[in-house]
């Protein structure tokens, strides 16, 4: 650490793992006001080298052990396999570092306890890179939900397919499903948490593992999500609909004018009839304005690295913790459990499933 807590203060960070996401938290670490990045480890020495540049000042290792035991190393960002991630965050919370963990958490809820319960008995911050809950859109979905511009929740529906890389150490649902699941966990008010999980999942390529998958999760209160996860897709679609009573909205990642549409249309039926009558009343359909709302183009690593910083430094949980990390591990697991099952429901307790307070 430099400068103890003045203007300029200042924290130092390693990242291990350079395949391909590592160098995106290589480059906002870098460009950082806050952090200094001081080491880059990779079993690859040479993606290591590569990822920093030739000419950097960054030092570059294969060895965890010679980054753990640099005192000017505050914080750790892990982006290697899920499958590695229990291993190398064990050690960084024992050589006292705060942790920066690419989703999933861990591969298991109990690796994911352990994790988050070591880091509380050391007073550590242990945080997850849920990056899309730091995009512009995705908050501005959370507020939309929390102050009832879109009133009563009634589904979601979320499609995240592309020609994919097939993960050798995970699933389909592993991989791909943790970011919705982690926006469903920070867009979601209270009391509307998923009650149970479907999940159905196919290998229609014989990879040994689900490449294409579909997960239900009925929510608290009557609404439902529905995600779909595909590895197998011919084309790429980022989309997620979010309808509610007053507002419907429209996410398309892929549309950078206009990444959000809120719709004003909806289907109205007279509140206050009992059942029977509500069956026999004449449905009426409300087609509104379309508003598409101005929103920031900002990297949302960049407030990833900023949350990490100030969590660190206030000593409080950062918005992605632990915590969220395994409310997410607990869903994939019991979709696991559900695709073995056939895609029977599988009940969750997930108590507080949405994120305590808005940023
Ligand atoms: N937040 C996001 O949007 C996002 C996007 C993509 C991937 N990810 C996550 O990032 C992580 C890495 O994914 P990837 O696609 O970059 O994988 P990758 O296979 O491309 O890269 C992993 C790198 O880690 C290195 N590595 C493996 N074990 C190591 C060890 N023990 N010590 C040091 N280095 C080691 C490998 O040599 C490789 O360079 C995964 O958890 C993945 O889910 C997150």
């Not at 939309?144 to 994919?164: H, K, T």
């Not at 197998?232 to 206009?258: C, E, F, H, N, Y």
């Not at 206050?272 to 508003?291: C, H, N, Q, T």
Request: glycine content about 8%; aromatic content about 6%; proline content about 6%.
């Amino acid at each position: 650490m430099t400068n103890h807590g003045g203007a300029g203060y200042r924290l130092g960070v390693a990242v291990v793992g350079a395949g391909y996401w590592g160098p995106n938290l290589i480059r906002n670490f870098s460009n950082s006001p806050t952090w200094d990045l001081h080491w880059v480890c990779d079993l690859d020495e040479e993606r290591a080298h590569e990822a920093v540049g030739r000419h950097s000042t960054v030092r570059v290792t294969r060895s965890l052990e010679t980054v753990l035991s640099d005192p000017l190393v505050d914080a750790v960002a892990i982006a290697t396999p899920a499958a590695t991630h229990y291993r190398i965050a064990s050690a960084c919370l024992s050589a006292d570092k705060h942790l920066l963990v690419e989703k999933p958490l861990a591969r298991s809820v109990e690796e994911g306890e352990m994790l988050v319960e070591e880091a509380e008995r050391r007073g550590l911050t242990l945080m997850c890179d849920h990056t899309y809950c730091y995009t512009p859109p995705v908050r501005h979905v959370r507020r939309l939900i929390a102050d009832g511009s879109i009133g009563q929740l009634q589904y979601l529906d979320s499609v995240r397919i592309n020609l994919g890389l097939v993960q050798p150490d995970i699933d389909v649902f592993w991989d791909l499903a943790p970011h919705d699941l982690s926006i469903l966990d920070f867009v979601l008010p209270e009391g509307c948490q998923p009650t149970s999980v479907s999940a159905l999942g196919a290998d229609p390529i014989g990879a040994g593992r689900t490449c294409v998958g579909y997960l239900t999760l009925p929510l608290l209160g009557g609404a439902i999500a529905h995600l779909h996860v595909n590895w197998l897709s011919p084309t790429k679609i980022r989309r997620t609909i979010i309808a509610g009573s007053q507002r419907m909205v429209v996410w398309d990642d892929l549309k950078p004018s206009q990444r959000l549409s809120m719709y004003d249309r909806g289907v109205d039926i007279p509140e206050g009839l009992a059942e029977d009558d509500r069956r026999k009343v004449e449905i009426s359909y409300r087609i509104g304005d379309m508003v598409a709302p101005a929103l920031p183009e900002r990297e949302a690593l960049q407030d990833v690295s900023a949350e990490l910083f100030a969590a660190i430094l206030e000593g409080r949980p950062p918005l992605t913790d632990g915590h969220s990390g395994l409310r997410i591990l607990r869903i994939l697991e019991a979709a696991s459990r559900s695709v073995i099952a056939g895609g029977s429901p599988v009940s969750l307790e997930v108590p507080g499933l949405s994120v305590a307070a808005a940023s």
